[in-house]
């Protein structure tokens, strides 16, 4: 799957904007994209810095492009922006230029002005980090006003989901959405599974109850949603509140949940919190040894994903090859 993936983002030959370029695995991966012509790394850092720390992991650094934040010709008209952007939360110039110049920041900068068509960071930054620099500098995308995250789930079970992956969502921003939020968090999965996979989705909201076995309202929530879909008129196939057995075994979703459309076959699983949600993703991944990839964030304007400081360089090398395709 993660071929299929890297093949397809060759044909796009995206700039990717990685800020975090004094981490050896940015390196590394940076190197590997532009070897393997999947992406054009874009690095953000001061080249003989840079230089010698590629140098002591043993990164050939030929063809990378570097800017420099302290000497690119764009750092004030940035510095400027983001102030007149800020300053009606009380910033100062000073403070808009020690932000901008965060690396996650300013990369996002670079993003909003099209230097690169996708920014990956989280090796180093916590996910908070990345988020509040897409919220201030990228914006949502029209019509979604939640930013979430899914991963691409990769087993060797091509009985389950799209002949083994399954996208889950939200396992790593929002902590309790609203049934207005699971509504925007299927919404976007769905959108993206789409377009990586060139799938129909089909859409699971889980839950511990299936149409109606439990009164709850953390069950009454995911029903809730799938309202909100029903009035939104999506066009994807979708069902809950289900448990997630009905939701992915054809023989269980025939006794619990009959005259479901997604017939056991679901590909897209959507949890009601994030508990669940990273607990599911990281049973699945441990114990089965499944790939997950990601988590890739979505919601903004532009493409702003983020890594699990966990990772290693392959995995930044994934989460830009499914980030390209969005």
């Known amino acids: 799957m993660n071929r299929e993936i890297r093949e397809k983002a060759k044909k796009l030959n995206k700039r990717i904007i990685l800020p975090e370029a004094y981490d050896e695995r940015t390196l590394q991966a940076a190197e590997f994209l532009l070897k393997e012509k999947i992406a054009f790394p874009v690095l953000v850092g001061e080249p003989l810095k840079l230089r010698v720390i590629a140098e002591g992991v043993g990164?050939?650094?030929?063809?990378?492009?570097?800017?420099?934040?302290?000497?690119?010709?764009?750092?004030?008209?940035?510095?400027?922006?983001?102030?007149?952007?800020?300053?009606?939360?009380?910033?100062?110039?000073?403070?808009a230029k020690k932000e901008v110049l965060q690396d996650v920041f300013f990369g996002a900068?670079?993003?909003?002005?099209?230097?690169?068509?996708?920014?990956?960071?989280?090796?180093?930054?916590?996910?908070g980090n990345v988020i509040r620099a897409g919220l201030r500098i990228i914006g949502l995308r029209e019509g979604i006003n939640t930013v979430s995250s899914f991963f691409i789930m990769v087993t060797d079970k091509e009985m389950?989901?799209?002949?083994?992956?399954?996208?889950?969502?939200?396992?790593?921003?929002?902590p309790n959405p609203t049934s207005v939020q699971l509504a925007d968090i299927a919404m976007m999965t769905a959108s993206n599974a789409g377009k990586i996979l060139n799938i129909d989705p089909k859409v699971a909201l889980l839950s511990f109850s299936t149409k109606g076995s439990?009164?709850?309202?953390?069950?009454?929530?995911?029903?809730?949603?799938?309202?909100?879909?029903?009035?939104?008129?999506?066009?994807?196939?979708?069902?809950?509140?289900?448990?997630?057995?009905?939701?992915?075994?054809?023989?269980?979703?025939?006794?619990?949940?009959?005259?479901?459309?997604?017939?056991?076959?679901?590909?897209?699983?959507?949890?009601?919190?994030?508990?669940?949600?990273?607990?599911?993703?990281?049973?699945?991944?441990?114990?089965?040894?499944?790939?997950?990839?990601?988590?890739?964030?979505?919601?903004?304007?532009?493409?702003?994903?983020?890594?699990?400081?966990?990772?290693?360089?392959?995995?930044?090398?994934?989460?830009?090859?499914?980030?390209?395709?969005?």
């Open 59 to 95: 990164v050939d650094m030929e063809g990378i492009e570097i800017i420099n934040p302290e000497t690119y010709e764009k750092t004030q008209e940035f510095i400027v922006e983001y102030y007149e952007m800020r300053k009606e939360k009380g910033i100062t110039l000073d403070q």
């Open 109 to 127: 900068m670079l993003l909003r002005h099209s230097i690169g068509d996708l920014e990956v960071a989280g090796a180093v930054n916590t996910t």
């Open 160 to 174: 389950y989901g799209e002949n083994g992956a399954i996208f889950f969502a939200d396992c790593a921003v929002v």
């Open 214 to 326: 439990a009164k709850s309202p953390e069950a009454q929530k995911v029903v809730d949603a799938c309202n909100i879909l029903k009035e939104r008129g999506v066009t994807f196939d979708f069902d809950g509140e289900i448990q997630v057995d009905a939701a992915i075994i054809p023989a269980i979703a025939e006794r619990k949940a009959k005259d479901s459309p997604l017939k056991g076959k679901a590909n897209v699983l959507i949890f009601p919190d994030l508990n669940s949600g990273n607990i599911g993703y990281k049973l699945v991944q441990r114990i089965s040894g499944a790939m997950a990839i990601g988590p890739v964030i979505q919601g903004f304007a532009k493409p702003l994903c983020d890594l699990s400081r966990g990772c290693n360089w392959e995995d930044i090398v994934d989460t830009i090859a499914v980030s390209s395709l969005l």
